[in-house]
Nanobody, 119 residues
Framework: QVHLVESGGGLVQAGGSLRLSCAASGGTFSSYRMGWFRQIPGKERELVASISGSSGSTFYADSVKGRFTISRDNAKNTVYLQMNTLKPEDTAVYYC????????????WGQGTQVTVSS
């Protein structure tokens, strides 16, 4: 029902910045809480950040707090993840996700975008 497409990943040196974008279609964007997960091979996936439908509340994992900022533009059906002061341990595939309600969880996932941080 909801289609998500990430962009903005790439290779960056430690201390640098990247901004990830996620374009959504197929649903009422403002009705969904949006989240960014990341996956490192051999490790459990981690919810990096999330934001409520009207941007009224945000969540950040302790590992990224103070460095990453999640935001959304409901007029453009887009959610962003601004990543500053990147560290090699931030290297992962980052996934955009959407949640309509707690009953459903994060049901919709994008294809993922690779972020690689060199030391």
């Amino acid at each position: 029902q909801v289609h998500l497409v990430e962009s903005g990943g790439g290779l960056v040196q430690a201390g640098g910045s990247l901004r990830l974008s996620c374009a959504a279609s197929g649903g009422t964007f403002s009705s969904y809480r949006m989240g960014w997960f990341r996956q490192i091979p051999g490790k459990e996936r981690e919810l990096v950040a999330s934001i409520s439908g009207s941007s009224g509340s945000t969540f950040y994992a302790d590992s990224v707090k103070g460095r990453f900022t999640i935001s959304r533009d409901n007029a453009k059906n887009t959610v962003y993840l601004q990543m500053n002061t990147l560290k090699p341990e931030d290297t992962a595939v980052y996934y955009c996700t959407a949640r309509y309600s707690l009953f459903n969880g994060y049901d919709y996932w994008g294809q993922g975008t690779q972020v690689t941080v060199s030391s």
